[in-house]
């Protein structure tokens, strides 16, 4: 892999942190599995944001993820980060999970249409390319950008049944938000890629989910109430969101993002939208129309050639 262009004096370093051990065999599974998980998250948002607080679900959320990690580093004797690894795992954390998910949930919760806010987040795999290949080194040919274009006009197409740009939900606000998300997540995938590598997984969760608990709490005390009315569905979105999201979606989305490049794992993202709806089809009988059938055609070609490594 070629590094150049990459920030003066960082191309040994950037060399050597992407020199990971052979990935196992079951990796090339992961993606799918990932998005998978990934794209129910939309279950839980929808059932949790009519009956309480964005960053107060939020904190509620990463604080349950913390003693389960712990427990289960324990159980397993995994080595703990020490100094300033624990810096990079706390600001982890804090960027990707607290801020990037609390930007979605709250937008959602201020009423952006879930087209539109998965439209903008959907420009999350551009701005990644762009800014990898200038800090990590990352250089990707033609064929790759082709595809990253053409996943963000499948994801388009996806979405397009149910954009309405007359919403009221859609401000300047609302907007903003949902760009300093797509940045929060880049910038902490990134930092990841570049710092955070090389950290234990299950140990180095732990204290991304303390970050993440942290800078959403804060936030919440700052903004909120501090309101949840608890119901059932409250409590099967918190179950779902900690145990598929927090623990078993972001932890393949660090696996992936130790053994491949930034900007090729961001691409699975494209997929997301489309596997959504899918499952919104089979689960609540929502219509898939045949443009948005194309769309996931479109997605997953175009993820096909992002990702794609000759």
Partial sequence: MAYHGAVPGTETVVAEQNQSPDPPAWLSATPLFFVFMWSTGFIGAGLSMPHAEPFTFLTVRFASVVPLMAFLALILRSEWPRGIDVFHAFLVGAVIHGIYLGAVFWVVHAGMPAGISALIVGLQPIATAFVAGWVLGERLEAKHWTGLVLGLFGVILVLWPKLNLQDSGITATTVVV????????????????????????????VWQYVGAAVASGLIALVTERLHITWNLDVFIALVWLVLALSIGAVSLYMVMLRHGQVTRVAAVFYLVPGTAAAIAWLMFGETLSIIQILGMAVCTFGVALATREK
Wanted: charge should be positive; include cysteine.
């Fill in 178 to 205: 949902g760009f300093l998300g797509v940045f929060c997540l880049t910038a902490g995938s990134l930092y990841q890629k570049r710092f955070a590598t090389r950290i234990n997984l299950v140990t180095g969760a």
